[in-house]
C-alpha cells in the first residue's frame, strides 16, 4: 500500500507531495477507456499498409490490379498518388537529408517501409488484398549495409546516393587538454563497449483514425505530441492548421516511441480528404516491431588515459548510432548527442574529447525511447571506471566516492556543454552503498555453499538531462509549454495543458498543481489535454519534461487568474486589493470577519454578471501561461556547445547479482534505487515511473535485442517470441529510495522522472556480473547480457573446462 | 487473375457478461474482434494478436483464453466473461481487485490491466495468494509500465484481506 503522504510535503502547499490517488484508473479497470483502436465512427474504412520486404531494393514495379479486384477493397494507394503531398521536412543543414516520402516511391531501405496502402470496408479483407498487393510488387535488390561496420567500410553501398558516404552527423568536440593529459598520464588503454538495439515496444500498438467533417480533418492519433502531428499534417497536405485537429486518444504506453510522426499520421488523413470518408489504421504487433521506431545501437571507442593510483587523467570516446535508414521525423540523430554530452555522467570529469557520428544502415530507422542515448553513456563510463579500478587495484566503489559530483559543485558545465544545475550525485551514492551493504551480505550467505554460482556487485550513478530542447533536432519546437486555467460560473476549475499523457498520470499531477494554485481540491478540477482543439499549444511529453512544464506552466497561469479574480473579489467586498487573501477556495478580507466570497461568486461575476464587475474590467476569467525553463538553450554556440537541458535530474542504482556458472544464468537478487528528481509533486506515481524504469533497463541489460542478419539486412524478429519483454519472473524485487535537490531555477524545484529508472540497469547489470566473474578476468561490455554471452565469455576467459564439477 | 476463396459464415450463439448474443460472422473471425467489433466490448485489448502478452484475456466457460487465439465459432455455445463484468454495478463502482490495482497504483497506461484482470478473475485465489505463486500466475501477461511490483502487491493485498474466499 502506498502511504498517502509522505515527508514530501511541504508548507505552503496541500496536495504537492501527496499520492494523490489517480484520476486515470477508474477507465481501464472497468474497460472504459477509449484507446485508438476503440475509436469507431460510422462508415469508417480500414487501412493496412504494404510494406517492403527487402532490406534495400529498387521498386521495379506494383501490380494493384488484383487487390483492387477484391470484394470490399475501396482503393489501393502508391506513391504515385500522393505526388501532391510535401515530403517531411529536413530542417537541419548539419543532419544528413533524407526527403522522407510518406509512402516510399521507387527505392525501399529496410524490411518494413510501408511503400502502398489498401483500403477496404473491413481489415480482414484489407489484410487479404494487402497480400496481393506484396505479391504483385517487383523488386531489384540492391546490396546492403547490416551495422555500423559495414555502413563505415570504404566502398561500402549508400543509402542515399548524394551523400558522400552513410554518415549522417559526424561532429567532434576537441579538447586540447585532453591530448595533453593522454601525453602525461602513466597508462592507457581502448576499448569498445556496445548498446543493442531494442525498442520501446509499448504494448498498444501505434493508430490512425481519421475524420472529415466540412472543412475540419480531425485525426486522432495515438502521438505523444499531438500539437507537432497537426503542425505537420497542415504542412505536408496543404491545409490551414486551424482545419486540422489532432486529438490522442487514451494512450497504452508510449516511452518515445509515440513521439515520431510517422508516415501513417499523413497517409491516413490523406485517404480521408481523397475519400471524403472516415479512414483507420491499426498497427499489428509484427508491423509495430518494423515499422516503429527502434532505438540504442550504439558503438562507443574509447581510450582512457590514467595514473597508477587510479586518477583518470581523460578520456576520448567516439560514440556511433545506427541510425536505420533514417527515414523517420523527427530524425534519429538526437540520442547519440545526448550520449556525446553526457559521457562523464554524475562525474567531474573534464578532460574529455567526443566524437558523436550518426550512419545509416539497411534497418528500421531508430529514434527515441526513454533514456534517449543516457543509458549507453552511463554504461561506457561506469565500465571505464570499474577497468580503471581493475587495472590499478583500487576498491570500485571509492574510486567513483572521489570522482562524483560533490555539493557546492554545481552548477557544473560538462565538457559539451551541458549544465547540471544541482542534484545529490555523492550523496546518493553514499546512501545506496548503506543500502546495499546488508543485502550483499544477505545474498552472499544465500550462495556460499554453491560452488557453481559467483555472485557480484554493479554500480551505476547518473544524470538524466529533463526538459530538453528539440531545436537542433527539429529545427521547430523549442523547450516551452503551455497551460490555460479558466474558473466556469459555478467555480469549477478547467486546466488545459499542451501536453500529452499516456499512463504517467499527468491529469492527476496537474490537479494537483492547480489545486494547489487556486486554494480548491483536486476533484474541482477538470484536466483538459491531448486535443489541438481544447488545450493550448504545447509540445507534448517526452523528455522527462511532464512534471516541469506542468508546474511552471499551470502555476505561471494561475498566478495571472488569481490576479484578476483577487481585483474582482475586491470589488465585490468593497476592500482593497492587497488586503484579499485566497484560503481555503475563497476570498477573505485578511483580519475581517466580513463573509467570503467563492471562487463561482468571482466566476459568476466575471462571465455573466457584468453588474458586478469593477468598471473598465474585461469580462472573462481564464489566462494562459506559456512556461520556458530558465538557462534552457537551444542552438549550439560556434564550439558545437550548449545547455540542451533545463534541468537535471540524479541517481544511484546498485545491483546484486548471482551468476551460475554452469548456465550463464544470471539472476538479480536486490536492486536499490536512491533516484533524486526534485521536488516530488506525487511520491506514488514518481515511484511508479522508477519501477517501470528500471524494468526496461534491466530488458535492456539481460534480454531485449533487435537482431538483423549480417549478410542480408533482413530482421530476426517478427514477435515477441523473439523480441524477450521481460515478465514479472524475470524483473526483481525493488528498493527505492529517495532524495530532493530542488531545481534551483523552477517555480516548486520540480526536475522530472520519467526516464531515470531506465538508465542505470545496463551499466549495473554488466558491472555486476562482470564483478562476479572477476576470478577470471571477466570484462563484460556489451548488452544484453544473456546466458549465451555469459558462457562465452568464461568460454574465453578459459574457464569452461571442468565447469560440470562446478570448477571452472 | 489470383481469386479469393469466398470467405465462409457461420451462426453463433455466445453469453458475453450474462447476455446472450446470436451474429452470423465470418469463420476465420478471432474471438477477440468479435468481442470488440461485433458485441462492442472494447475493454478486452490486443498487444500482439499472437496469443503472447496476454492482453486480450477473457474468460470462456471458466477458463482464462487469450481471445486473439481463438475463433468465434470456436466460442460456439459458450459463456463468455470480459472486464466489463467485473465491477459489481458496471462501471461506477469496482471490485475488491479493482480497488486494490486503484490503491497500490497497480496500473498506468492500463492498457494490459483487463488481461490481467481477467487472468486473476478465472483462478480459486486460495491456491494462487502467496507471492510466488502470483509471479507464476500473471507470467504469462505482459505489463510495460508498472514493472510488476505494484500489480503483485495488489494482488497479494485484495487475496489476503479476502481471507477464505
Not at chain 1, 103 to 114: F, H, I
Not at chain 1, 642 to 666: D, K, Q, Y
Not at chain 1, 692 to 716: F, K
Amino acid at each position: 500500500m502506498i502511504p498517502s503522504s509522505g515527508p514530501h510535503i511541504r508548507s505552503g502547499t496541500r496536495f504537492v507531495g501527496r499520492s494523490v490517488p489517480r484520476r486515470e484508473d477508474r477507465g481501464p479497470l472497468t474497460g472504459g477507456s477509449r484507446y485508438i483502436a476503440d475509436v469507431k465512427l460510422a462508415g469508417m474504412l480500414e487501412v493496412v499498409f504494404v510494406r517492403s520486404t527487402e532490406a534495400h531494393a529498387r521498386i521495379v514495379s506494383v501490380d494493384t490490379s488484383e487487390a483492387r479486384a477484391v470484394d470490399g477493397v475501396e482503393a489501393v494507394f502508391t506513391a504515385t498518388d500522393l505526388a501532391e503531398v510535401e515530403s517531411f521536412p529536413d530542417h537541419i543543414d548539419s543532419i544528413g537529408p533524407v526527403r522522407q516520402r510518406p509512402l516510399a516511391t521507387d527505392r525501399v531501405r529496410y524490411v518494413g517501409s510501408p511503400y502502398a496502402a489498401v483500403v477496404a470496408t473491413d481489415r480482414y479483407v484489407a489484410e487479404d488484398a494487402a497480400a496481393l498487393v506484396a505479391a504483385g510488387t517487383e523488386y531489384e535488390p540492391l546490396p546492403t549495409v547490416a551495422d555500423i561496420q559495414q555502413a563505415l567500410a570504404p566502398g561500402a553501398p549508400k543509402l542515399y546516393d548524394d551523400w558522400d558516404d552513410n554518415r549522417s552527423v559526424d561532429i567532434a568536440y576537441p579538447r586540447p587538454e585532453a591530448d595533453r593529459a593522454f601525453a602525461e598520464a602513466d597508462h592507457t588503454f581502448t576499448a569498445t563497449y556496445v548498446s543493442q538495439r531494442q525498442t520501446g515496444l509499448p504494448i498498444e500498438t501505434r493508430g490512425v483514425v481519421s475524420d472529415i467533417d466540412g472543412g475540419t480533418l480531425t485525426v486522432w492519433t495515438s502521438t505523444q505530441s499531438p500539437h507537432m502531428v497537426r503542425t505537420t499534417i497542415a504542412l505536408m497536405l496543404g491545409v490551414p492548421e486551424p482545419q486540422v485537429r489532432v486529438i490522442h486518444p487514451v494512450i497504452g504506453g508510449g516511452f518515445g516511441v509515440k513521439t515520431h510522426i510517422y508516415p501513417e499520421d499523413i497517409v491516413v488523413p490523406w485517404i480521408t480528404r481523397r475519400l471524403g470518408r472516415p479512414a483507420r489504421w491499426i498497427e499489428d504487433r509484427m508491423e509495430s516491431l518494423l515499422a516503429s521506431v527502434h532505438a540504442r545501437d550504439q558503438r562507443h571507442d574509447v581510450e582512457v588515459a590514467y595514473d597508477g593510483d587510479g586518477t583518470i587523467r581523460a578520456v576520448r570516446c567516439t560514440s556511433t548510432l545506427d541510425l536505420g535508414s533514417g527515414e523517420i521525423f523527427y530524425p534519429g540523430t538526437a540520442p547519440v548527442f545526448a550520449t556525446n554530452s553526457c559521457i562523464t555522467g554524475a562525474y567531474d570529469l573534464s578532460k574529455v574529447q567526443t566524437r558523436a557520428v550518426a550512419v545509416v544502415t539497411n534497418k528500421t530507422p531508430s529514434g527515441a525511447y526513454r533514456g534517449f542515448g543516457i543509458p549507453e553513456s552511463t554504461l561506457v563510463i561506469e565500465r571505464v571506471i570499474d577497468r580503471v579500478a581493475r587495472l590499478t587495484g583500487t576498491d570500485r566503489a571509492e574510486l567513483r566516492r572521489r570522482l562524483l559530483l560533490r555539493p557546492g559543485q554545481t552548477p557544473y558545465v560538462m565538457h559539451a556543454g551541458g549544465r547540471i544545475d544541482s542534484g545529490s550525485h555523492a550523496e546518493s551514492f553514499e546512501q545506496a552503498l548503506e543500502l546495499a551493504a546488508p543485502a550483499l551480505k544477505r545474498v552472499r550467505a544465500r550462495h556460499a555453499h554453491d560452488p557453481d554460482v559467483r555472485v557480484g556487485v554493479g554500480y551505476a550513478n547518473y544524470v538524466e538531462p529533463t526538459s530538453p530542447s528539440y531545436f537542433r533536432t527539429t529545427g521547430h519546437w523549442g523547450g516551452g509549454d503551455a497551460a490555460t486555467v479558466r474558473v466556469d460560473p459555478d467555480g469549477s476549475v478547467r486546466v488545459a495543458v499542451g501536453l500529452s499523457a499516456f499512463g504517467q498520470g499527468a491529469e492527476t499531477t496537474a490537479a494537483q498543481l492547480a489545486a494547489d494554485a487556486l486554494g480548491v481540491s483536486p476533484s474541482e478540477v477538470t484536466v483538459v489535454l491531448g486535443d489541438t482543439e481544447r488545450a493550448p499549444y504545447g509540445l507534448g511529453s517526452w523528455g522527462s519534461r511532464g512534471a516541469m512544464m506542468l508546474t511552471g506552466s499551470v502555476m505561471l497561469a494561475s498566478e495571472r487568474l488569481t490576479a484578476k479574480a483577487r481585483a474582482i473579489a475586491a470589488h465585490m467586498l468593497e476592500a482593497a486589493e492587497s488586503d484579499i487573501v485566497l484560503a481555503d477556495g475563497a476570498f477573505h478580507v485578511a483580519g475581517s470577519s466580513q463573509p467570503s466570497i467563492s471562487w463561482a461568486q468571482v466566476a459568476t461575476a466575471a462571465w455573466i454578471r457584468k453588474v458586478d464587475l469593477p468598471d473598465g474590467m474585461e469580462e472573462g476569467l481564464e489566462t494562459s501561461g506559456y512556461y520556458h525553463p530558465e538557462h534552457l538553450e537551444h542552438q549550439p554556440d560556434d564550439t558545437g556547445r550548449f545547455n540542451s537541458a533545463a534541468s537535471w535530474s540524479n541517481g544511484a542504482h546498485i545491483g546484486i547479482v548471482s551468476v551460475r556458472l554452469s548456465t550463464g544464468e544470471v539472476s538479480i537478487e536486490d536492486y536499490i534505487v536512491v533516484h533524486d528528481c526534485g521536488t516530488v509533486i506525487n511520491p506514488a506515481l514518481v515511484e511508479g515511473q522508477i519501477h517501470g524504469g528500471v524494468a526496461q533497463g534491466i530488458a535492456g541489460a539481460m534480454y531485449e535485442h533487435l537482431q538483423y542478419d549480417s549478410d542480408t539486412a533482413y530482421p530476426r524478429f517478427a514477435s515477441f517470441m523473439d523480441y524477450l519483454v521481460p515478465t514479472c519472473a524475470e524483473v526483481p524485487r525493488l528498493s527505492v529510495d529517495h532524495r530532493e535537490s530542488p531545481a534551483p531555477d523552477q517555480p516548486l524545484g520540480v526536475k522530472g522522472c520519467g526516464e531515470g529508472g531506465t538508465i542505470g540497469p545496463p551499466a549495473v547489470v554488466l558491472g555486476a556480473v562482470s564483478d562476479a566473474l572477476s576470478e577470471w578476468g571477466v570484462e563484460l561490455t556489451e548488452c544484453p547480457v544473456t546466458p549465451v554471452a555469459v558462457r562465452a565469455a568464461l568460454r574465453a576467459a578459459g574457464a569452461a573446462r571442468g565447469r560440470a564439477e562446478g570448477n571452472p | 487473375m489470383t481469386i479469393l476463396e469466398p470467405v465462409s459464415e457461420v451462426d453463433v450463439e455466445v453469453t458475453v457478461n450474462g447476455r446472450s448474443h446470436r451474429h452470423r460472422v465470418a469463420a476465420r473471425l478471432l474471438l477477440s474482434d468479435y468481442i470488440r467489433d461485433t458485441v462492442g466490448l472494447t475493454g478486452t485489448h490486443l498487444g500482439c494478436e499472437h496469443g503472447y502478452c496476454g492482453a486480450c484475456t477473457v474468460i470462456v466457460d471458466g477458463d482464462a483464453v487469450r481471445s486473439c487465439l481463438m475463433l468465434t465459432v470456436q466460442a460456439d455455445g459458450a459463456e463468455i466473461r470480459t472486464v466489463e463484468d467485473l465491477a459489481p454495478e458496471g462501471a461506477s463502482s469496482l471490485s475488491p481487485m479493482q480497488q486494490s490495482f486503484h490503491d497500490n497504483h497497480a496500473l498506468q497506461c492500463g492498457f494490459c490491466t483487463a488481461g490481467i484482470l481477467m487472468t486473476l478473475e478465472s483462478v480459486d485465489p486460495t491456491d494462487w495468494s502467496e507471492p510466488e505463486r502470483i509471479i507464476e500466475l500473471l507470467s504469462g501477461n505482459l505489463c510495460r509500465c508498472t514493472g510488476y511490483q505494484n500489480i503483485v502487491a495488489a494482488v497479494a493485498q485484495a487475496w489476503n484481506s479476502e481471507g477464505d474466499v
